[in-house]
C-alpha cells in the first residue's frame, strides 16, 4: 500500500493513559492541527490503562487506537507482564529493574510509524524522559535520534521524532501539564502506577515513587512562589 501525502501539521502520539504521554499528548495539542493517539496492549498486568488512555482522548477530542502485541511481552522476562516475578522496589546497582521490558519502546517505535506512515503523519511524539529513565536504555536520547535515522532510512520517509519531556525531571513534567492546564486531569485521570491504581497509585512501585516525588518537588515550587 502506498503511503499517503505527508502532513506536516499532523501528529501520532504513544500514548499509554499515563502522566508522561498524557502531558505530551496537550503538548502535541497545541502544536499540531490533528493528533492521533495509539497505544498497546503488550501483555502488561496494568493494562487498564489502555481504558483510560481511551476515555482521555475521548475527552481531548482525539482520534484513538489501540493495537494487541502480546509479542512484546512475552520475549523478554519482566514483572510487568510475568505475574510470578516479585517487582523491584528500587533500580539494582549492577542490572536494569526487572520492570524493564526489553525492545519496548523499540517495537513501539517502529509499529508507530508504519501506522503513521499509511495515514500520511510524519511526526511522532514520545514520552521518554533521559532525565528520569529509571534506568532503561530505550528511554535515551542516543537511541531515539538512532531509531529517528533508521526508521527513515527504513521506509525512505521523513519521520521527525518529538520527545518534549527528555531533558526535564517529573517535577518540571508537573509544571508542563499545569502550564498546558491538564494539571488536575493528569493527577486524577491518567494511570501511571505499575500495580493499575489509577490517580496518585499505589504509593510503592518504582513509578508511583517517581511520580509522587516529582509531584511533591512542583506543588513546593508552586507554593513558594
Not at 499509554?16 to 504521554?21: L, P, R
Not at 502531558?23 to 481504558?51: D, I, P
Not at 512484546?72 to 539494582?92: A, W
Not at 518540571?172 to 491518567?190: I, P
Request: proline share 4%; charged share 25%; hydrophobic share 35%.
Amino acid at each position: 500500500m502506498e503511503s499517503k501525502k505527508n502532513d506536516d501539521n499532523s501528529a501520532l502520539v504513544l500514548f499509554s493513559g499515563g502522566q508522561d504521554s498524557t502531558t505530551c499528548l496537550f503538548w502535541a495539542k497545541k502544536r499540531f492541527k490533528k493528533v492521533v493517539a495509539l497505544s498497546f496492549l503488550y501483555g502488561q498486568k496494568h493494562q487498564k490503562e489502555c481504558e483510560m488512555a481511551r476515555a482521555i482522548a475521548q475527552k481531548a477530542g482525539v482520534e484513538f487506537h489501540l493495537m494487541k502485541e502480546p509479542f512484546i511481552g512475552e520475549l523478554g522476562t519482566n514483572s510487568l507482564t510475568d505475574t510470578d516475578i516479585v517487582m523491584d522496589q528500587t533500580k539494582p546497582e549492577d542490572s536494569f529493574p526487572n520492570t524493564f521490558v526489553p525492545g519496548r519502546n523499540l517495537f513501539f517505535l517502529s509499529i508507530a510509524a508504519v501506522f503513521a506512515r499509511e495515514k500520511g503523519i510524519r511526526n511522532l511524539v514520545t514520552g521518554v524522559s533521559q532525565t528520569d529513565f529509571s534506568g532503561y536504555p530505550d528511554c535515551r536520547d542516543s537511541f531515539i535520534k538512532s531509531l529517528n535515522v533508521t526508521l527513515n532510512l527504513a521506509m525512505d520517509e521523513q519521520f521527525l521524532i518529538h520527545t518534549p519531556l527528555m531533558w526535564i525531571n517529573k517535577a518540571e513534567t508537573w509544571a508542563l501539564a499545569d502550564e498546558l492546564g491538564v494539571f488536575d486531569l493528569v493527577r486524577n485521570e491518567t494511570l501511571t502506577c505499575y500495580n493499575g491504581i489509577p490517580g496518585d497509585g499505589c504509593g510503592h512501585c518504582p513509578s508511583c515513587k517517581l511520580r509522587q516525588k516529582g509531584l511533591e518537588e512542583f506543588l513546593a515550587t508552586k507554593n513558594n512562589k
